[in-house]
């Protein structure tokens, strides 16, 4: 299984970007990078995911580096509510049975 | 996006009994359906996957006696914890694939007495 390394903490400024890095350095071509959210005692949001190109979404955007061994989450505006465990992923793949194994996360906590 | 429900969200038990937790996908049929596990303060742990009509295929380490797994229809799916004793407490979620995303559950909070 492709794993993936979060540094365990950050904070960011309400307000400002929170740019959350994955290493993913053992990723194979036809694996996809998700990222997920768990605020405490629920069950993970999906944010987004991408396989090769830059992804944006209406919660988030994931920048995918061209040789694929990192990612960077990016929450443009941070709020309060931002405030949780995100979970970078490397989905395997469909003939190991499209199965999705968490790493640590990062706890990002959202300063006012 | 597409909805996950667990029943109970929480359960207290005393051990040595077994409690049966379901997952349901509420507005889409799912062939395949994960159940995970969560110690506080740790990452989710994959316990098993579930594949509608056929036996679920456990991780490496997860007793599959224990964790009775049952998918009998394409939107249910139920985890029964076995003679349950104090170290199974813990958060059980599932999940369940729709068009390449992952949707899960609320989670289940197990108690075992």
């Known amino acids: 299984d492709a794993k993936t390394t979060q540094p365990p903490s950050m904070d960011c400024a309400e307000g400002r970007a929170a740019n959350l890095p994955c290493n993913h350095s053992t990723i194979s071509g036809n694996e996809y990078v998700y990222w997920y959210r768990q605020i405490h005692s629920q069950g993970p949001q999906y944010i987004i995911h991408g396989l090769k190109n830059n992804e944006t979404n209406e919660m988030a955007s994931l920048i995918i580096t061209e040789d694929r061994k990192s990612s960077t989450l990016i929450l443009p505006h941070a709020t309060l509510r931002d405030t949780a465990v995100y979970y970078c992923i490397v989905r395997t793949t469909p003939n190991t049975g499209n199965q999705f194994y968490f790493g640590t996360g990062t706890s990002l906590t959202v300063i006012p | 996006g597409a909805v996950v429900s667990q029943h109970p969200s929480r359960v207290i038990c005393k051990s040595g009994t077994s409690v049966k937790i379901e997952c349901r996908s509420l507005d889409f049929q799912a062939t395949t359906m994960f159940w995970y596990r969560q110690f506080p303060k740790q990452s989710l742990m994959l316990m098993a996957t579930s594949n509608e009509g056929s036996k679920a295929t456990y991780e490496q380490g997860v007793e599959k006696d224990k964790f009775l797994i049952n998918h009998a229809s394409l939107t249910l799916s139920t985890l029964t914890v076995t003679s349950a004793h104090p170290e199974d407490s813990s958060f059980y979620i599932c999940?369940?694939?729709?068009?390449?995303?992952?949707?899960f559950g609320e989670g289940s909070r197990l108690t075992v007495l």
């Open positions: 999940s369940a694939r729709s068009v390449g995303e992952l949707f």
